[in-house]
C-alpha cells in the first residue's frame, strides 16, 4: 500500500459528460501528480501541483482540469468526455525535494 | 518534446537471469525515472536517477546523460519482476514516457 488513495476505482460513463476524479496523498507530501494511461497513447503526464500551485504542465487536454487543495488532495475533471478518454488515470505524490513518487492504484474510467 | 524509445520491446527470462533493459532519449534532460507496473497494474517508482548509479537491492539504474541513455539492471530475476518498465525522462518540467520493456519470468 503506497499510502496514496483514489477515488473511485471504476467510473462509466457516457460521451459529453464530465466526471471528478479525486486524489488523496500520502501523509505530508505535498507534490501531487496525474497520469493517464491508455492502449492508444500509453503512459502520458498530465498535470502536476506542489502546495495548491501548478507546478508542471504536460499533455493536459482543454477539456480537462485540476487542482489542489487546502488539505493537499487533488480532483481530476475531465468533461465534454469523448471515447478516446477512456483510460486508467493514476495520481502520484512525493514529498518537500523527495524525487520518489508514489502511486495510487488508479481509477479506470470507461466512456461508452 | 523529447522521444523515448525504450529496448528491448519484450523480454522474457528464466528465473535467476540477470537483464539490462534501455533507454534512449533525443534530448538533454533534468532528470529520469524508472518506474515498474506490475501485471496488476500498480505503478512503482524504482529510480529517480539524473545521472551516475543507483543501487537498490538486485536492481540498479544507470544514467549517462552526456550520451542520452539511461540503463537498468535486473540481477537473479524472480517472478515478481514481471511487469513493464518504464522509464521518463523529465525535460523542462514536463515527463516524457517510453513505451515500456515488457518482462516475464518463468520459474
Known amino acids: 500500500d503506497s499510502g496514496v488513495t483514489q477515488t473511485p476505482k471504476h467510473l462509466i460513463t457516457a460521451t459529453g459528460q464530465r466526471v471528478t476524479l479525486r486524489c488523496s496523498p500520502r501523509?505530508?507530501?505535498?507534490?501531487v501528480y496525474w497520469y493517464q494511461q491508455s492502449l492508444d497513447q500509453g503512459l502520458q503526464f498530465l498535470i502536476q501541483?506542489?502546495?495548491?500551485?501548478?507546478?508542471a504542465k504536460g499533455n493536459i487536454l482543454e477539456r480537462f482540469s485540476a487542482q489542489q487543495f487546502p488539505d493537499l488532495h487533488s480532483e481530476l475533471n475531465l468533461s465534454s468526455l469523448e471515447l478516446g478518454d477512456s483510460a486508467l488515470y493514476f495520481c502520484?505524490?512525493?514529498?518537500?525535494?523527495?524525487?520518489?513518487?508514489?502511486f495510487g492504484p488508479g481509477t479506470r474510467l470507461t466512456v461508452l | 518534446g523529447i522521444q523515448v524509445e525504450q529496448s528491448p520491446p519484450d523480454l522474457i527470462l528464466q528465473e535467476g537471469a540477470n537483464s539490462t533493459l534501455r533507454c534512449n532519449f533525443s534530448d538533454s534532460v533534468n532528470n529520469l525515472q524508472w518506474f515498474h507496473q506490475n501485471p496488476w497494474g500498480q505503478l512503482i517508482n524504482l529510480f529517480y536517477i539524473p545521472s551516475g548509479t543507483k543501487q537498490n537491492g538486485r536492481l540498479s539504474a544507470t544514467t549517462v546523460a552526456t550520451e542520452r541513455y539511461s540503463l537498468l539492471y535486473i540481477s537473479s530475476s524472480q517472478t515478481t519482476d514481471s511487469g513493464v518498465y518504464f522509464c521518463a525522462p523529465l525535460s523542462g518540467n514536463q515527463f516524457y514516457f517510453g513505451t515500456g520493456t515488457s518482462l516475464t519470468v518463468i520459474p
Open positions: 501541483y506542489y502546495n495548491g500551485e501548478e507546478r
Open positions: 502520484a505524490s512525493s514529498g518537500q525535494g523527495a524525487d520518489t513518487q508514489y
Open positions: 501523509s505530508g507530501d505535498l507534490s
